[in-house]
T-cell receptor
Framework: EPEVTQTPSHQVTQMGQEVILRCVPI?????FYWYRQILGQKVEFLVSFYNNEISEKSEIFDDQFSVERPDGSNFTLKIRSTKLEDSAMYFCASSARTTSYEQYFGPGTRLTVT | AQSVTQPDIHITVSEGASLELRCNYSYGATPYLFWYVQSPGQGLQLLLKYFSGDTLVQGIKGFEAEFKRSQSSFNLRKPSVHWSDAAEYFC????????????FGTGTRLQVTL
Protein backbone atom coordinates (compact mmCIF):
# COMPACT_ATOMS: atom_id res chain seq x y z
CA GLU A 1 0.00 0.00 0.00
CA PRO A 2 1.44 3.41 -0.91
CA GLU A 3 2.47 5.58 2.00
CA VAL A 4 3.96 8.93 2.82
CA THR A 5 7.58 8.75 3.91
CA GLN A 6 9.62 11.31 5.83
CA THR A 7 13.32 11.76 6.50
CA PRO A 8 15.03 12.00 8.84
CA SER A 9 13.04 10.40 11.62
CA HIS A 10 14.88 12.49 14.20
CA GLN A 11 16.88 15.69 13.71
CA VAL A 12 18.82 17.48 16.40
CA THR A 13 20.02 20.98 15.62
CA GLN A 14 21.37 24.01 17.42
CA MET A 15 19.38 27.18 17.78
CA GLY A 16 19.88 29.47 14.81
CA GLN A 17 20.73 26.69 12.37
CA GLU A 18 18.78 25.93 9.23
CA VAL A 19 17.01 22.59 8.87
CA ILE A 20 15.29 20.92 5.96
CA LEU A 21 12.72 18.25 6.58
CA ARG A 22 11.95 15.97 3.67
CA CYS A 23 8.81 14.16 2.63
CA VAL A 24 7.88 11.90 -0.24
CA PRO A 25 4.10 12.07 -0.70
CA ILE A 26 2.02 9.32 -2.24
CA UNK A 27 2.83 9.34 -5.93
CA UNK A 28 -0.53 10.27 -7.51
CA UNK A 29 -1.46 12.84 -4.86
CA UNK A 30 -1.71 16.50 -5.76
CA UNK A 31 -2.12 18.27 -2.41
CA PHE A 32 0.60 18.43 0.21
CA TYR A 33 0.62 19.61 3.79
CA TRP A 34 2.84 20.16 6.79
CA TYR A 35 1.59 19.94 10.35
CA ARG A 36 3.42 20.04 13.64
CA GLN A 37 2.77 18.61 17.07
CA ILE A 38 4.57 20.08 20.05
CA LEU A 39 5.05 17.44 22.73
CA GLY A 40 1.82 16.87 24.63
CA GLN A 41 -0.19 19.22 22.44
CA LYS A 42 -2.51 18.84 19.50
CA VAL A 43 -1.58 18.58 15.86
CA GLU A 44 -1.48 22.03 14.24
CA PHE A 45 -1.68 22.95 10.58
CA LEU A 46 1.27 24.83 9.10
CA VAL A 47 0.84 25.01 5.35
CA SER A 48 -0.80 23.43 2.33
CA PHE A 49 0.65 23.32 -1.17
CA TYR A 50 -0.90 22.70 -4.57
CA ASN A 51 0.21 23.27 -8.13
CA ASN A 52 3.62 24.49 -6.97
CA GLU A 53 2.35 27.20 -4.72
CA ILE A 54 1.13 27.68 -1.18
CA SER A 55 -2.65 27.33 -0.94
CA GLU A 56 -3.06 28.20 2.71
CA LYS A 57 -0.82 28.86 5.68
CA SER A 58 -1.33 29.35 9.37
CA GLU A 59 -0.05 32.18 11.51
CA ILE A 60 2.65 29.81 12.74
CA PHE A 61 4.10 29.67 9.22
CA ASP A 62 6.06 32.91 9.33
CA ASP A 63 9.01 34.08 7.25
CA GLN A 64 11.30 31.57 8.92
CA PHE A 65 9.46 28.76 7.17
CA SER A 66 9.37 27.84 3.51
CA VAL A 67 8.20 24.89 1.46
CA GLU A 68 9.32 23.57 -1.84
CA ARG A 69 8.69 20.75 -4.24
CA PRO A 70 12.15 20.58 -5.79
CA ASP A 71 11.37 17.64 -8.07
CA GLY A 72 8.48 15.38 -8.95
CA SER A 73 8.60 13.39 -5.76
CA ASN A 74 9.95 15.36 -2.79
CA PHE A 75 8.23 17.99 -0.68
CA THR A 76 10.39 19.87 1.79
CA LEU A 77 9.93 22.15 4.77
CA LYS A 78 12.78 24.52 5.56
CA ILE A 79 13.20 26.39 8.80
CA ARG A 80 15.77 29.13 8.23
CA SER A 81 16.89 29.91 11.76
CA THR A 82 15.56 27.47 14.30
CA LYS A 83 14.33 28.51 17.72
CA LEU A 84 13.88 26.41 20.82
CA GLU A 85 10.13 26.60 20.37
CA ASP A 86 10.40 24.92 16.96
CA SER A 87 11.09 21.65 18.73
CA ALA A 88 8.18 19.43 17.74
CA MET A 89 7.14 16.47 15.64
CA TYR A 90 6.58 17.57 12.05
CA PHE A 91 4.16 15.60 9.94
CA CYS A 92 3.85 15.66 6.21
CA ALA A 93 0.54 14.67 4.60
CA SER A 94 -0.81 14.32 1.10
CA SER A 95 -4.22 13.91 -0.50
CA ALA A 96 -5.67 13.16 -3.89
CA ARG A 97 -8.48 14.97 -5.68
CA THR A 98 -11.26 12.75 -4.39
CA THR A 99 -14.66 13.35 -2.89
CA SER A 100 -13.37 13.69 0.61
CA TYR A 101 -9.74 14.73 0.12
CA GLU A 102 -8.69 12.55 3.02
CA GLN A 103 -5.16 13.24 4.08
CA TYR A 104 -2.59 10.52 4.57
CA PHE A 105 0.15 11.26 7.05
CA GLY A 106 3.77 10.27 7.20
CA PRO A 107 5.45 8.93 10.33
CA GLY A 108 6.85 12.33 11.26
CA THR A 109 10.23 13.91 11.91
CA ARG A 110 11.05 14.73 15.49
CA LEU A 111 12.96 18.01 15.53
CA THR A 112 14.91 18.87 18.65
CA VAL A 113 16.43 22.35 18.87
CA THR A 114 19.08 22.78 21.56
CA ALA B 1 -13.44 29.37 12.48
CA GLN B 2 -13.64 25.63 12.74
CA SER B 3 -12.75 23.89 16.01
CA VAL B 4 -12.86 20.46 17.58
CA THR B 5 -13.34 19.53 21.22
CA GLN B 6 -12.41 16.20 22.68
CA PRO B 7 -13.52 16.48 26.29
CA ASP B 8 -11.81 13.34 27.55
CA ILE B 9 -8.04 13.65 27.84
CA HIS B 10 -7.48 10.13 29.13
CA ILE B 11 -9.74 7.06 29.19
CA THR B 12 -9.02 3.64 30.65
CA VAL B 13 -11.06 0.61 29.68
CA SER B 14 -10.70 -3.11 30.27
CA GLU B 15 -9.96 -5.36 27.36
CA GLY B 16 -13.23 -6.63 25.92
CA ALA B 17 -15.22 -3.68 27.17
CA SER B 18 -16.96 -1.25 24.86
CA LEU B 19 -15.51 2.15 24.06
CA GLU B 20 -16.88 5.54 23.14
CA LEU B 21 -14.65 8.55 22.53
CA ARG B 22 -16.38 11.88 22.29
CA CYS B 23 -15.85 14.56 19.69
CA ASN B 24 -17.72 17.82 19.23
CA TYR B 25 -17.03 20.21 16.41
CA SER B 26 -17.80 23.77 15.51
CA TYR B 27 -18.22 24.57 11.85
CA GLY B 28 -20.46 26.83 9.80
CA ALA B 29 -21.85 24.09 7.58
CA THR B 30 -21.65 20.32 7.37
CA PRO B 31 -17.98 19.49 7.56
CA TYR B 32 -15.82 16.58 6.65
CA LEU B 33 -15.03 14.65 9.84
CA PHE B 34 -12.19 12.26 10.52
CA TRP B 35 -10.78 10.10 13.25
CA TYR B 36 -7.06 9.37 13.32
CA VAL B 37 -5.10 7.10 15.64
CA GLN B 38 -1.52 7.65 16.75
CA SER B 39 0.41 4.84 18.38
CA PRO B 40 3.47 5.82 20.44
CA GLY B 41 6.25 7.09 18.19
CA GLN B 42 4.13 6.60 15.10
CA GLY B 43 2.38 8.83 12.62
CA LEU B 44 -1.34 9.42 12.24
CA GLN B 45 -3.38 6.63 10.73
CA LEU B 46 -6.82 7.36 9.31
CA LEU B 47 -9.45 5.25 11.06
CA LEU B 48 -12.58 6.51 9.34
CA LYS B 49 -14.19 9.51 7.73
CA TYR B 50 -17.60 11.07 7.19
CA PHE B 51 -18.44 13.35 4.32
CA SER B 52 -22.00 12.52 3.27
CA GLY B 53 -24.69 9.85 3.27
CA ASP B 54 -25.16 7.35 6.06
CA THR B 55 -24.39 9.01 9.36
CA LEU B 56 -22.96 5.79 10.82
CA VAL B 57 -19.60 5.12 9.24
CA GLN B 58 -17.45 2.06 9.55
CA GLY B 59 -13.70 2.19 9.71
CA ILE B 60 -10.70 -0.02 10.09
CA LYS B 61 -9.91 -2.16 13.12
CA GLY B 62 -13.60 -2.56 14.01
CA PHE B 63 -14.21 1.11 14.78
CA GLU B 64 -17.32 3.05 13.85
CA ALA B 65 -18.48 6.62 14.33
CA GLU B 66 -21.81 8.35 14.19
CA PHE B 67 -22.35 11.85 12.88
CA LYS B 68 -25.08 13.70 14.75
CA ARG B 69 -25.74 17.08 13.19
CA SER B 70 -28.11 18.19 15.95
CA GLN B 71 -25.42 17.64 18.57
CA SER B 72 -22.44 18.66 16.41
CA SER B 73 -20.85 15.39 17.42
CA PHE B 74 -18.89 12.61 15.79
CA ASN B 75 -18.24 10.04 18.51
CA LEU B 76 -16.02 7.05 17.93
CA ARG B 77 -17.10 3.64 19.16
CA LYS B 78 -15.87 0.10 19.35
CA PRO B 79 -17.91 -2.76 20.84
CA SER B 80 -14.97 -4.71 22.23
CA VAL B 81 -11.59 -3.15 22.83
CA HIS B 82 -8.34 -5.05 22.31
CA TRP B 83 -5.09 -4.32 24.16
CA SER B 84 -3.56 -3.23 20.84
CA ASP B 85 -6.06 -0.36 20.64
CA ALA B 86 -4.12 1.53 23.30
CA ALA B 87 -3.08 4.74 21.54
CA GLU B 88 -3.99 8.39 21.15
CA TYR B 89 -7.09 9.20 19.14
CA PHE B 90 -7.63 12.47 17.34
CA CYS B 91 -10.84 13.82 15.87
CA UNK B 92 -10.43 16.29 13.02
CA UNK B 93 -12.64 18.52 10.90
CA UNK B 94 -12.07 19.79 7.38
CA UNK B 95 -13.95 22.03 4.99
CA UNK B 96 -16.27 20.24 2.59
CA UNK B 97 -15.31 19.94 -1.03
CA UNK B 98 -11.83 21.30 -0.66
CA UNK B 99 -8.35 20.09 0.09
CA UNK B 100 -7.96 22.58 2.88
CA UNK B 101 -6.42 22.11 6.30
CA UNK B 102 -7.60 19.78 8.99
CA UNK B 103 -8.28 21.14 12.44
CA PHE B 104 -7.56 18.62 15.16
CA GLY B 105 -8.84 18.14 18.66
CA THR B 106 -6.46 17.79 21.55
CA GLY B 107 -6.72 14.01 21.48
CA THR B 108 -7.84 11.28 23.86
CA ARG B 109 -5.30 8.86 25.21
CA LEU B 110 -6.76 5.37 25.53
CA GLN B 111 -5.31 2.95 28.01
CA VAL B 112 -6.44 -0.69 27.95
CA THR B 113 -6.11 -2.85 31.03
CA LEU B 114 -5.92 -6.63 30.79
Amino acid sequence: EPEVTQTPSHQVTQMGQEVILRCVPISNHLYFYWYRQILGQKVEFLVSFYNNEISEKSEIFDDQFSVERPDGSNFTLKIRSTKLEDSAMYFCASSARTTSYEQYFGPGTRLTVT
Amino acid sequence: AQSVTQPDIHITVSEGASLELRCNYSYGATPYLFWYVQSPGQGLQLLLKYFSGDTLVQGIKGFEAEFKRSQSSFNLRKPSVHWSDAAEYFCAVGARGTASKLTFGTGTRLQVTL
